[in-house]
């Protein structure tokens, strides 16, 4: 059997640790990994496959000995100086960053959705948001039914997806909290490392910078990536996207207009045989995806599947994935798992 080289750039962060254990996972016929961060976490030893690794620093020179596949999850401004390096040495780059989500020569990729699109790519594939790949996944199979017409999108996303900093500002909210309600004479002197406010007992509707228009790059991205993905350019979508003090695991409530008039029971048929969804919707036993029990897995759960009586054709449904692992690592492995299938 042949056997790949690996880099994996940004190895040390939330998404890089949770693409280790994802590999490890998948056994994929890697012959050599080679691990790569920042100048700060250069030198760091992580445990993998029963073996230590000392993390690499990136530098302009890191993929002259030759790679066949690269993760990438290091940041935009890190994929747009070091992929297309990677890749003029004949390496496949899978960048989960946004830098070239939007290029059109750039496959933006959820195997379950548009796996075909992988065999397009010059060098760079990109891994879709968080937010946009757990969505797709059941807009998708919905879209082949009936043809969506319009999409409003409200999210409810993990502080994960804020990286170690908003983790970290959750943890520290929390503490804060239980000292204060313990001990009448403490005083916080915790700081924020990621949040404008603090995310404990709250919910910012800001993810990511504000734009001109009033919406938030979250919100754009949710947008553009869902009409690159579906194939439809033109197609009418809204989103207000919204941080939670849930440490892992989005949520997101979308509600959907269809060109063709359609049963639910069609509706739960279609998204029942739809790859990588789990339908999990039975209120007479008040079972419903929640966060608690869907983080750790790489399916999407749909739940709450309804009617939306205020408009015609119309259809409500309440969608959770792990958005490190479905959201970020697993699909990305799960592209380089496709293309080595085809190499």
């Known amino acids: 059997m042949v056997k790949y080289k690996l880099a994996v750039v940004g190895a040390t962060g939330v998404v890089g640790q949770k693409m280790l254990e994802v590999l490890e996972e998948k056994n994929l016929p890697i012959g050599e990994y080679v691990f790569f961060a920042s100048s700060r976490s250069a030198g760091r030893k992580l445990r993998f496959s029963d ?10 020179d890191s993929f002259d000995n030759g790679f066949d596949f690269a993760l990438f999850s290091a940041g935009g401004d890190t994929a747009l100086k070091y992929a297309p390096i990677a890749s003029e040495h004949g390496c496949v780059v899978i960048d989960n960053s946004s830098a070239f989500r939007m290029h059109d020569d750039v496959p933006l990729v959820v195997p379950e959705v548009n796996g075909k699109a992988i065999y397009s790519h010059n060098g760079i594939i990109a891994n879709p948001n968080c937010s946009t790949i757990q969505a797709v996944c ?8 009936f043809g969506i017409k319009r ?9 994960s997806g804020a990286g170690s900093k908003g983790i970290h500002d959750l943890e520290n909210g929390i503490r804060n909290y239980y000292h204060s309600s313990m001990d009448d004479e403490f005083e916080s002197t915790y700081s924020l490392e990621k949040f404008p406010y603090p995310i404990f007992n709250n919910c910012l509707p800001h993810i990511d910078k504000f734009l001109e228009n009033g919406y938030t790059k979250e919100e754009e991205k949710m947008i553009n990536e869902t009409r690159k993905i579906l194939g439809k350019p033109n197609l009418a979508i809204t989103a207000t996207t919204v941080r939670v003090p849930v440490f892992n ?20 048929e279609v998204l029942k045989k739809a790859p990588g969804v789990i339908v999990q919707d039975d209120i007479g036993s008040e079972l419903y995806a929640i966060p608690t029990e869907v983080s750790g897995h790489d399916d999407v759960f749909v739940s709450r599947i309804r009617r939306d009586f205020s408009v015609k054709n119309g259809l409500n449904i309440w969608v959770v994935a792990d958005n490190i692992r479905k959201g970020a690592a697993s699909n990305a492995v799960q592209i380089l798992e496709k293309l080595i299938s085809k190499f």
């Not at 073996?51 to 302009?60: G, M, N, P, S």
């Not at 063709?260 to 509706?267: D, M, N, P, R």
């Open 249 to 268: 695991s989005h949520c997101e409530s979308i509600n959907i207009e269809f060109e063709l008039e359609f049963e639910l029971e069609k509706v739960f």
């Open 151 to 159: 999409i409003v999108y409200s999210t409810y996303q993990a502080v």
């Open 51 to 60: 073996d230590t690794y000392c993390v690499k620093e990136l530098k302009e």
């Open 138 to 145: 059941a807009l998708k199979p919905l879209d082949d039914a």
